[in-house]
């Protein structure tokens, strides 16, 4: 993590981070100038996870209430669950169900040109079927301009 | 990586590494009995991706000549192209290009419960237009029964 | 619209029109030689959307009670919900609400050939997120013959 | 389907059989040393019709307890649903019903190389709004390797 | 195929039918009162296929040279080749390429409701990788109001 | 066009107009304060359409050289593209081809709240099949924050 100085790969090391690796990790990313929030989510329902996501975003101030900033936002979203859902953007509809890190950095693209602001969601977990044990790993990356 | 355990991230882990790092990150993998390759693509063509990805594989002898095992390998690529693609699966056809590290690991999907050979592929890299400097990042990780 | 003398034309400007206008261009194409009908609807469920502009063709004796005049509408407003969902034919699933203003037209693709029957489904409207005024304009129009 | 070798056919005759037709079919794939189970479900939700096809193939033991094979069955499922929903993996939601009957069948993909397992899910049935005779045909399917 | 009395199920049961028994369907599905016409095609491009399916249509009589009916058969062709694809309607862009056989049936949805004019476009064959054996069998089925 | 106070309408009146018309609106939208550009397009390949409507707001200076104006008009396009091609983001892969005009509009969303810029790319035009008259209307609308 001390080398990284991508947005993406901030936001998927985080997301992909177990026990007091999350906190070092978000720390690490916040001293390089990064804004970074992240959380967790298990559902059968996209829209809870897409509403768990804006609500932490939000509420640790990453976006403000503005709504192109929520709009990036939202995108970015939608783009990380195509790597969650591969083919459908649904979950429950098609009988499977997720348990997910999430995380949310804002900054550069790169920590070598630091004069513009994106945005990128990160998502790790489990996707599988209702029973325990039924599931594979599962992650998706989203990246808008704000 | 060290506490990596399970067969999706030690594949992500290993396509977002840099350096020699990537190698340090494949042996660590491969001591906990993890069979890995990895390697890099660019290109705006989706199936010269898919193509190197099959390459190393065969030539690593991480599938075999028998189309099960191929067959497991192309729609676990197909799968990681999705979060690439997020929403195509196309490149040049809508004018962008794409420069990706990929890492193949076959193994069980968690160190926790090795009776099972599942495999990963992971893609990381950057997504843009034919203009440089203009691309952002993007993963994708897809997974297969063996 | 005087000049308007296509199909999915008029069915986009009535849908796109507002206040004494909506009546006025209704009548315009009517003159002309089209069956057309409109509507609105406002929902997070793309089965409501459905079903409103079904009723107002049946209602308004656009489609009979044959099914295949009902096939030819329904694949219409399938193809327009592309326009409006851009990549996934869901709303509140997606976390997100529209609030629409439809048509329906029916006639010659074009003036210029009148021997043929075709149908149009116009959308026009509002997408966002749940949140007054967090949202942007959004448009579909689906063609089919009928 | 006397002269009929190979799997995915053996699924698509058996789920199109009618009547008396469809245990005869299934008998004659079992000589061959196909398994198979057949069934039916109709459903406005594609949830049920996984569940329904996934019930059937672990009470008559085509699937085992392990992940693996259900995991290759899940995927066949949704590969057979793509030709069912034709753009969409949804019924309900777009305002469209189902009544299908389904097979599963796993041998060889031929009977002329039979040391290989795949699994081939056919679906047969009608698709349509929610008003009787407001429907026509559709079909789907699914192969993978288990 | 003597029960058969659907336009579907005829469509599908031509394309999968071999040797002598495609003329043998194909003509018992003309006493019924369907309009039939098969063939072959092997590509890996998609337009191809379509190609070889309009064609095929247009040199039997079974569309005239109105688009209206033509419209009817490219969209019947685009549903059924969603079934082949499964996800993506591609095949050398992913890698892959196609061996088909594929029916063209017109006529009533079913021999007891005869006062009405559909399109079906089934197809059968085997999907794969470039390599000798590496496939699978795929199908599909698309429907539509003439 | 003179109430016209939105951004994607004004997008797609100037997309949809004729003769001296298109003038005329751009140089109503360009009073109200909206940038604006137009031109024309017609190809079997998504990426020169994509580089038609890029070329032109680059030409204009709708958009500058930074990455982050060209990723907004980027997704605009690929938004108003998924309204064109209806499910697949192709078109001579699908045997398909297109005749266009396109517009691009930069501004507030609407007048009422002029302090936040966003972009439209409207489109509207024929596709069909390579054969004279064998076509039908088609439009698309992407709208995004800059
Ligand atoms: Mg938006
Ligand atoms: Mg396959
Ligand atoms: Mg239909
Ligand atoms: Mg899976
Ligand atoms: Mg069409
Ligand atoms: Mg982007």
Not at 47 to 76: F, M, N, P
Not at 117 to 138: N, R
């Amino acid at each position: 993590m001390e080398q990284c100085s991508s947005l993406g790969k901030t936001a998927l090391l985080i997301a992909m981070a177990e026990g007091e690796l999350i906190d070092t990790y978000a720390a690490s990313a916040r001293d390089k100038g990064f804004a970074v929030t992240y959380g967790k989510v298990g559902s059968m329902d996209i829209q809870k996870i897409i509403a768990a996501i804006e609500t932490a975003a939000r509420r640790e101030g990453l976006v403000d209430e503005r709504y192109r900033s929520q709009h990036a936002l939202y995108h970015a979203i939608l783009d990380a669950l195509q790597g969650l859902g591969r083919g459908q953007i649904q979950l429950g509809n098609v009988l499977r169900t997720v348990g997910l890190r999430f995380s949310i950095v804002i900054g550069p693209r790169t920590l070598k040109d630091t004069d513009d602001l994106w945005l990128a969601v990160g998502m790790y977990g489990m996707i599988g079927a209702p029973i325990k044990g039924h599931e594979h790993e599962v992650c998706g990356l989203g990246i808008n301009h704000l």
